[in-house]
């Protein structure tokens, strides 16, 4: 019998690498976390809305 992917170790993955993104591009600084601030508002505005992130020009 297969079984398949388990859906909690999938989520914990999603959220394991995106915590790798985040600390990744606030340890490269300012300029970095304002551009992937500024990607996130673009590419998924209901996740900036409910994050509250606002695009760095508009600051």
């Not at 388990?6 to 989520?11: G, I, L, M, R």
């Not at 914990?12 to 993104?21: L, N």
């Not at 994050?51 to 760095?56: C, G």
């Amino acid at each position: 019998m297969l079984i398949g992917p388990n859906p909690a170790t999938f989520e914990y993955d999603k959220i394991m690498s995106a915590r790798y993104v985040i600390d990744l591009v606030r340890h490269k600084g300012p300029g970095a976390c304002s551009y992937l601030i500024e990607k996130i508002c673009e590419l998924d505005p209901t996740l900036s809305q409910f994050l509250n992130l606002r695009t760095p020009d508009l600051v």
